[in-house]
């Protein structure tokens, strides 16, 4: 027997049984425990492959597939428990899209860049640029997907204005870097790969980068930027 197919079998076998003695048990014959007369030793001579019905699986590599499945099985749990939009009724697009890039922001896969244009609790009229995926790690987005609070630019954001005062402030993130002295306008460089994400509406977005309008009810205007880094990790 090869290594793939003795780690299939040894896959195949961690599966159907719950414990090491519950296998060993199921390789003893009624016959085994008639001559025997004690079940103890019937196990060791299976676990030793002088008895048995079947294929001979040392109790260490039973014992350390099983805790392998175990620890994949939390990890796979964990990942699901960590994506704040799983299982929620969502009815606007804005919420949907923010859905629909969680995972990749969380995991690094895509980087999201969220414009956003409305009026702010005190009816000021405020925008800027959101680093999603810093703002996942920073804060608990169950308040926005659940639709208890909206999620609007702020004075720490990649990039904040206040319409209203004329306050404009810029901050560079773990993820970008805030080039604000462009005469073309305002540019990220994306620090992972180094490249530059341009969110002027008249330009390309830049390489691995795109740009997405989303048609919302909850904001005056939307748009997402998603780049995908292709710097090997």
């Known amino acids: 027997m090869d290594q793939d197919e003795a780690s299939t079998t040894v896959d195949n076998i961690v599966t159907q049984f719950n414990t090491y003695e519950d296998f060993l048990d199921s390789q003893i014959t ?4 008639y001559y025997l007369e004690d079940e103890g030793l019937a196990r060791q001579l299976v676990e030793l492959g002088y008895r048995g019905t ?10 350390a597939r099983k805790a392998a499945i175990e620890i ?6 964990t990942q699901k428990k960590t994506l704040t939009s799983a299982g929620k009724d969502l009815h606007d697009n804005f919420l949907k899209a923010l859905a629909a890039r969680e995972e990749d ?3 690094g896969k895509v980087s999201s860049v969220i414009f956003i244009r409305d009026k702010n609790s005190h009816g000021q009229e405020v925008s800027g640029y959101i680093d999603y995926a ?22 720490t954001d990649m990039s904040f204005y206040n319409w209203d005062s004329h306050i404009a402030v810029w901050n560079s993130t773990p993820n970008y870097q805030v080039i604000a002295d462009n005469p073309e306008g305002l540019l990220f460089k994306y620090k992972r790969d180094r490249k530059i994400l341009n969110v002027d509406p008249k330009a390309q977005p830049g390489d691995n980068s795109t740009r997405s ?5 909850l904001y ?12 090997k990790t």
């Open 72 to 77: 994949a099985r939390l990890a796979e749990r």
């Open 220 to 231: 005056k205007q939307v748009v997402i930027f998603d780049h995908v880094s292709r710097r």
């Open 54 to 63: 079947g294929e001979v699986v040392k109790r260490e590599d039973f014992e």
């Open 213 to 217: 309008r989303i048609v919302t009810e």
């Open 134 to 155: 810093h703002r996942l790690k920073t804060e608990d987005f169950e308040v926005y997907f659940s639709g208890k609070k909206r999620l609007l630019p702020r004075p």
């Open 30 to 33: 009624t016959l085994d425990l």
């Open 105 to 107: 922001n969380r995991s």
